[in-house]
């Protein structure tokens, strides 16, 4: 089973592998451009994907906090190391799916990282460009505060 997205959200007709700036654009609802702009002064090249370093750090200097770290693989013990660049602590949790994520965070704005993507959660809806496995593992979640 799937998860449907409820909109594509924020996307772009000049740059691909953005994944990580089109979840901030959808999550904080601002343009893509402005947060294509905020990943590009963090390191971010195009049609590159972002590393931990620099998506962490652009998504904590617009206005979201690290919900957590989920699961033990070696995403999320890479996310705890990298993340503590940023942090003083890095909450972590067991690990769960996005199904689980979604019954449980009906109110709020995430972006949500599963390995090699990342995607916005608004109240509850999926907003991505495409359909993502309900059973997919998140590994790291950053919330609007």
């Known amino acids: 089973m799937y998860v449907m997205p409820v909109s594509r959200g924020a996307v772009s007709n000049f740059d691909s592998k953005d994944c990580t700036v089109r979840a901030l654009a959808n999550a904080a609802n601002i343009s893509y451009n402005e947060a294509h702009e905020k990943m590009q002064e963090a390191g971010r090249k195009p049609h590159k994907g972002a590393n931990q370093l620099q998506f962490g750090k652009v998504y904590l200097n617009s206005g979201f906090v690290l919900q957590g770290v989920y699961g033990t693989t070696i995403s999320a013990r890479y996310a705890k190391n ?3 660049n940023y942090v003083s ?7 769960t799916t996005l199904k689980k ?13 599963m390995r090699g993507h990342a995607f916005a959660i608004v109240d509850g809806d ?3 460009k495409t359909a993502i496995k309900e059973n997919t593992r ?3 979640v950053f919330e609007k505060v």
């Open 126 to 128: 999926l907003i991505d």
């Open 101 to 113: 994520f979604l019954e449980k965070n009906q109110i709020g704005s995430f972006i949500a990282i």
């Open 138 to 140: 998140i590994c790291i």
């Open 82 to 84: 990298n993340l503590l």
């Open 89 to 95: 602590e890095v909450p972590a949790f067991k690990g």
